[in-house]
Every structure is written in C-alpha cells, then in structure tokens.
C-alpha cells in the first residue's frame, strides 16, 4: 500500500499548477463568476476558452486520450493530479460530449476519415459537440428509443425528437442513437450511432428552462434530416455496442471529489461570516455537524476513487465502480449545494438576473446558491439515474 | 500509487486468512465463547509461531516491525472470523504503550515474552464516570517510601481475565479530568489489592471490573515518565482504533456478503427474494458502504501517523464514518435476513453484535465526529491541506 506521489507525479502537479497560474485567463475568471452571481447563462465562449487553451498544450485538453490522436496520454495518478489542481484553481470545466464522450468513440470505432474529420476540432475546442440520447419517451429506458434513420441511397433519413441535449445551443454537431432496424428481435440490436451536423436543414433546438431558470438542456426535433451514410460510426445496427463503451469510458472525474472539496471549503468560509445566535454560523453545533459529516463521506469518497484508479493504472480494467462513485459523488454534490443555500439563510431568496430584477443584493457570496442547490437536483438523475446506477450494480457486482 | 499489498503483507494476509479457515469455523468458535476461559490458549500458541504476536514489535525485541497497514490485515482476517483470543489488548493496546513508554529493562522483559505467547497483557483505563474520555482518570497512585498505593475503579477492561499483567492509569497529580498528572502502572494481575470481576460481553469477548484497594506497585513498575503519560495513552488507543476499525471492515465485508448471499437463495412467493428491487437496492446500499468504510480505513492507515494532529483527524474520520457503516450495514443485514437474524443460532448475529460493540470501542460515532469537528472548526480547515499531504 501507498498512496505516496511518486518524484515525478509532485513535479507535475507544480508543472500543472504553473501553468494554470499563467495561462487561466483572468477576464474568463470575471466574466464566469459575474454571470454565476446573477445567475446568467454562459457563452460558448466562456465554455470553451479554457479548452482552447488547453488544447495548445500537448493536448491537455484530452487528458485520457492516446498520444496518436493528440491527446496527453496522462496515467491515472496524473489525471487525478490534473483534476485536482483544476478544481483547486476553480477553472472551467471542459465540456464532456467532445472529449469525454464522442472522441473516445471516433477513435476506437470510426474509421480513418471520421478520425481526420473530428478528432482535431474535439481537441481544440473549435467544434462544440452535443448529445442525442434520451427522448421523450426514453429515459433510463435508453434502449427504447424512436428516433429512425431510413436509409435513402447514400442519405440516412433521420426523424424523430431528442430531450435533454445540453449546451445544443450552441452545438455544431450532434452524435445521436438512432433506431435502423425497427424489426430486430431486442430493442437494443436495431440502433446506430451517427455524427449529425447541427446545421443540416431539418434540424430544431427549442429550449427547455430548468427550475432556477437556467437554460442549459434543449429539446431537438429531426424532420427530415437528410445525414450521409459516411456519417455512420462502426457498423449499422451496433451503434448500443458503442453507446455502453461510451458510458463506460469516463470514470476519472466522475465523483467530482476534487470540486465537492472547493465547495466545502467556500462553505466554511461563508459559514465564518454568517451569524447565528450571536456566533459565527461555523461554530453552530448542528451546521458544524453536518459539514464533518459531508467531509467523511467525500474522504472516503476520495480514498475509493483513488482505490479504483490504482485498479486501472494496474491494468486491472474497468469495472461497474462507476456506478459507486456516480451515486456518492452526486450524493456530496447535492448535500454540499444544499450547505451552501442554508449557510445564506434569508439570502437564499432574491432570484437575480431575471427580466424583472438585474441588481446585485444581498452579500456577494449569496447570489444564486439556491439556484445552484434547485439546479442540482439533476445529479442525481442524469447520467442514468441513480436508481439505475443502483440496478447496474445489483446485476454487475452482486450478479442478483 | 497502489493499494496493493507488498509481498510481505500478501503473506501475512494468507497466514492469517488460513489460521481463521483452518482453525476457526463456526463450531469451533462457539465452544470457545462457551467455554470457561472464553479463548483458547492453543490458538495463541500458533499466533506465537506463525509471528503474528510479533507483527508491531521492533525487530530489536524479536518483533517484525509492522506497521498500521500490517496489523490492518491481521485485524481484518480476524474480524472476518470473529477471532475472540485477546490480540488487539495484548499486542496492540497494552504492547503499543509499552513499546512506546517503556525503558530498555522493561521492553527486554516483557515484549519478548509477549511475542513468545506466554504472557497477555491489558490495559485497564476506562472508569465508571469517565465514558471515553482518557483524561478523565479519578483512580489514584500516592507515594509511600519506593511504593506507590493505588486505589480506584477500572470498567470494561477487555482480555483481563486472559492477562497475567494490566497496565493501569492513575492519577498522580492534578484535577480529575487534568491531562497532565496521568502515570501509567504495569502490575501483575495476582496482586494484592487487586480485585477482577470477569465477565463476557455480549459480543461473546471477555472483559472485566478491576478493583484496585490499596494496590501496592514499586516506583520500578512506573511505565514511562510520571503525570506524562496522556499523550502516550492517546496515541496508542488511536493505533489501536484503526485496529478494530479494520476488524469492522473485516466484519462488514462478511454481512455484505452473507446477507447478498441469503438473499440470492431465500425463495418467497416463488421466487428468490433477491429479485425485489427493494431488495437489491439495500443490498447495494449495504456494499457502498462497505467500500466508503473501507476506503477511509486505506485514508486513516496510509496518513502520516507520526503528526500528531494528522493522527487524531485521520482516526476520528474513520471512526465516526465506519461507525456510520456499521450501523446501516449490521442492521440491514439482520433486517434481510429475517427472521433467520434475530436468531442466536445463526451467524449474521454474532457479526452484528461484534461491530455494534466495536462501534462504541474507544469511543463511538458522535464522540469521533465531535473530535473531528473540535480539530477542524477553526472556520477554513486545513482539511483541504490534510487530505492533499496524506496523498502525497
């Protein structure tokens, strides 16, 4: 057992330290959190200038993709260490559907002229990507999906309505499960998986406002889309096959231990300010109790990411842990938005940066930690729901 | 970074997981707990041959130098098998302090013997009134000529009725609650003046009401340095708190396992009753925390014990947080299995029951959280830092 960083791993961390220090713009620094406070949408932009920049270095901006395809090839110990120092440096996070979730598909499954096409654009950050997955109808029944691709001659003929697709505003293209063979004896066997241009005539994004007002996830609607055969990743009707692959590939960072412990820590500096009874909230017997408790969970939290992440750098292979760190990850993150709204007692109130009112009141630290806390509620029901994450579990590990 | 075992710790953990397979099944365990002694002096024997009583001894003392992550595998295994001979009083409780305070004379006498099986020792500290405080210490030891004379009450010392030495805590000096003014004893359990009531627990251990009258113990039977062994004390119930939480850890895993177990082959309403979603949604709860238990003992065993401070967070975290553990685990186990686990006949009790009793064993969750937040108030805690240096 040891858990020591080697020589090496220290001397990257102060290498990534450094290089946040210099190159984190400090106008995207301002113009994120001005936006946060008063709870406004962020601009492509703003989502994407740290990938960019990252994007120039050795391909930091793909910490877990292979050097051939541009990507920094980190060890698992490396990108705990990047993680951690970009949370620490409370930097934007890389938007997943390119790097975490498309790329990695493009370049196991796709061919040759997919890879040429995409896999630069994922990299910079110029090509923002969205995600076709659930519908209306689908939720964690992912496998039950509509969405059809006839095939026209070299056209496939896409209809069909996709929920749920973050950040589609602003994407350029969109990779989509689509249902070819309606026939097949098991729902999952008719699917495939295809790259849509976001442009393609045919194609609608509609809004959907969260319950703090936010706009972040959209309905898209395919009419007629006319999407070229090439467009097809792998083979037709194997698109479930990569769509698990998908969903599996991406554990580091999943339980987002390393921003949970930000938050705690701007938890406790808000509950030094706030007073209760005459004393510092922080000293209050029952919020202090319940912010230990939050970081015991997110303690062993870290040690059972660290576990899992000693399993693959051993090659030992991926496993449904992810279901685990998913579940108690989400679960901190809600515990420790709900913290911060009930550190800031009647200043939970004010919903800033509506039509109706755009001034700042209240403390600074105040704005919009109810929204986030509303907002947050997502986590524990995306990424399939923790319910679900419950039955991968009771099927992969416990084999009930 | 691993969280693998060195070749030696693989060893260890063989050596033990077959001592409990070979010499431990369920049978044999009850007519043990049954028997007069309620341990079984034979199997004392093989831990003294298999090294196992040497595993934190310095190797001057013919010990193997081990460390917390060793005695975290013996303790595990042992939990795994409800071992009930008095390992972690003798070797981790009692040898920790005297390692840690005892002069040259004393660790060449005594540690020898310990690792050689032929004595146990105890360590009687806590007191009716004082709950888990070590501080607070009302048993007194005054001087007269070379002698000093004890007088006081000791509650709950486990493996005393097994042990030919106690070491005692006493007050030379000070208030009652005073850290400073606390002088360790070593005396031998015949001693006049000293009075066990023995009884077993309901966990099936062994512990004892010490009664100290006019307990006569010569200045040279002093263990470290008068009115300063509170640090000592301290630091040596903190070791062995990582020890009996990884006896937990050892426990839970068997709950987890027999309860996922049970619950496949248990048929109801025709079909096993682990088709209920309700049911493997507990079972998967159950093993989540089982693996966040396990892996702040890993943060606790891996964190850098020699500060002092670090010490004390890392073990009331994992404390408090297995306790957590202990309870969803234990009572989930005995709710699934039934009626089958409200029974004495069946398993799953004795593992509940030993857990529960390691969850109040140097102290339970809410003391273990109240020293976590009493080192970490101070408004933006190091915790941040703390968690960052244990990795490193």
Redesign the interface.
């Known amino acids: ?5 080697s020589n090496e ?2 001397k990257f961390q102060s290498e990534i330290r450094d290089f946040i220090k210099t190159n984190y713009p400090q106008e995207l620094r301002d113009s994120i959190n001005s936006k946060r406070k008063l709870g406004k949408e962020l601009s492509r932009e703003d989502l994407t200038a740290w990938h960019k920049i990252l994007g120039k270095h050795n391909g930091w901006s793909a910490p877990s993709w292979p050097k051939q395809y541009g990507g920094a090839e980190f060890t698992p ?1 490396q990108k705990y260490i990047f993680e ?1 120092e970009c949370a ?1 440096a409370e930097c934007q996070y890389i938007m997943p559907f390119g790097i975490n979730m498309v790329g990695p598909v493009i370049y196991t499954f796709g061919n040759e002229e997919q890879k040429a096409q995409h896999l630069p654009g994922i990299l910079s950050g110029e090509v923002f990507w969205c995600q076709g997955y659930s519908e209306p109808g689908s939720g964690s029944d992912l496998a039950s999906l509509k969405t059809s691709a006839v095939k026209e001659g070299d056209h496939y003929i896409v209809n069909g309505q996709k929920t749920w697709t973050t950040m589609a505003q602003y994407a350029d293209w969109i990779f989509c499960l689509v249902r070819t063979n309606p026939d097949a004896e098991k729902p999952q066997q008719g699917i495939s998986f295809l790259l849509i241009d976001m442009k393609t005539p045919g194609v609608t994004v509609r809004p959907i406002k969260l319950m703090d007002g936010s706009h972040e996830v959209n309905e898209t609607w395919f009419d007629n889309v006319r999407v070229p055969v090439e467009n097809l990743i792998g083979q037709e009707n194997m698109g479930w096959t990569y769509a698990k692959f998908l969903l599996a590939h991406e554990r580091s960072g999943i339980a987002g231990v390393a921003r949970s ?2 938050a ?2 701007r938890i ?2 808000i ?2 300010s706030e007073m209760s009874y005459g004393e ?1 909230l ?2 209050d017997p029952a919020f ?2 319940k912010i ?2 939050a ?3 997110l ?6 990411e ?2 899992t ?2 399993k693959d ?2 090659g030992k292979g991926p496993g449904p842990e992810s279901s ?1 760190l998913k ?2 990850g989400t679960d901190i993150q809600q515990a420790v938005t709900e913290l911060a709204m009930e550190a800031v007692g009647y200043y939970a109130n004010p919903h800033l940066g509506t039509t109706l009112s755009n001034e700042y009141v209240g403390p600074d630290y105040a704005t919009n930690l109810s929204g986030t806390y509303f907002n947050f509620r997502k986590a524990s029901i995306y990424g399939g729901s923790n ?1 679900i994450q ?2 991968i ?2 099927k992969m ?4 | ?6 070749e030696e ?1 693989t060893l260890l953990d063989n050596m033990v997981t077959s001592f409990v397979r070979d010499n431990y099944d369920w049978d044999t365990r009850c007519n043990i707990v049954k028997s007069e002694e309620g341990w079984k002096e034979e199997n004392w024997k093989q831990f003294a041959e298999l090294g196992l009583l040497g595993v934190p001894f310095d190797e001057a003392y013919g010990g193997l130098g081990g460390k917390s ?1 060793d005695l975290m595998i013996v303790m595990e295994q042992f939990g795994k098998g409800l071992v009930v001979e008095p390992y972690l009083p003798t070797v981790i409780l009692a040898g920790g302090l005297i390692s840690k305070l005892g002069s040259e004379e004393q660790k060449n006498s005594i540690i020898p013997e310990i690792i050689s099986g032929k004595i146990r020792c105890a360590f009687a500290y806590a007191e009716p009134q004082s709950r888990f405080d070590l501080n607070d210490v009302k048993t007194s030891a005054v001087l007269n000529g070379d002698d000093y004379v004890l007088n006081g009450f000791k509650s709950v010392v486990f493996g005393a009725g097994m042990a030919s030495h106690l070491i005692i805590s006493a007050r030379t000096e000070g208030e009652q609650r005073s850290e400073s003014g606390i002088t360790l004893f070593i005396v031998d359990t015949k001693s006049e003046g000293l009075t066990l009531q023995n009884y077993p627990t309901i966990d099936e251990y062994r512990a004892s009401e010490v009664i100290i009258e006019n307990l006569k113990v010569s200045k040279d039977n002093v263990l470290g340095k008068v009115n300063m062994a509170y640090d000592a004390i301290e630091e040596i119930v903190d070791i062995s708190t990582i020890a009996a939480c990884s006896e937990a850890v050892g426990i839970l895993q068997v709950l987890k396992d027999s309860t ?1 177990e049970y ?2 082959n248990r048929k109801q309403f025709g079909q096993s009753i ?2 209920n ?1 309700v049911i ?2 507990r ?3 159950m ?2 925390e089982y ?3 396990k ?2 003992l ?2 606790a ?2 964190a850098d014990l020699t500060n002092s401070d670090e010490r004390r967070k890392a073990v009331s ?1 994992a404390k ?2 297995i306790g957590k553990a202990i309870k969803f685990v234990g009572e989930s186990a005995i709710q699934l299995h039934g009626g089958m686990g409200v029974v004495d006949e069946y398993m799953v009790s004795h593992y509940f029951k030993r857990a529960t009793m390691i969850g109040v064993l140097f102290g339970n969750t809410d003391y273990h ?1 109240k020293r ?2 009493t080192l ?2 101070s ?3 190091s ?2 830092e703390a ?2 240096v ?3």
């Open positions: 057992m040891d858990t020591a960083f791993d220290l110990t951690q620490k412990k930000k705690i820590e406790k500096q509950a030094s510092p922080i000293q202090k109790a230990a408790a970081e015991l969970e303690s062993a939290l870290e040690y059972t660290l576990r992440l000693a750098s051993a685990l579940i108690k319910e419950r039955n579990i009771a590990v416990l084999g009930l | 970074m691993n969280f693998d075992y060195t710790q992550a996922t619950c496949k682990a088709k979603q493997q949604h079972l998967v709860d093993m989540i693996e966040q238990a892996s702040i890993y943060m065993v891996t975290a408090a947080r959280m976590y937040m970490t108030q408004g933006i805690s915790s941040d968690i960052s244990s990795v490193t």
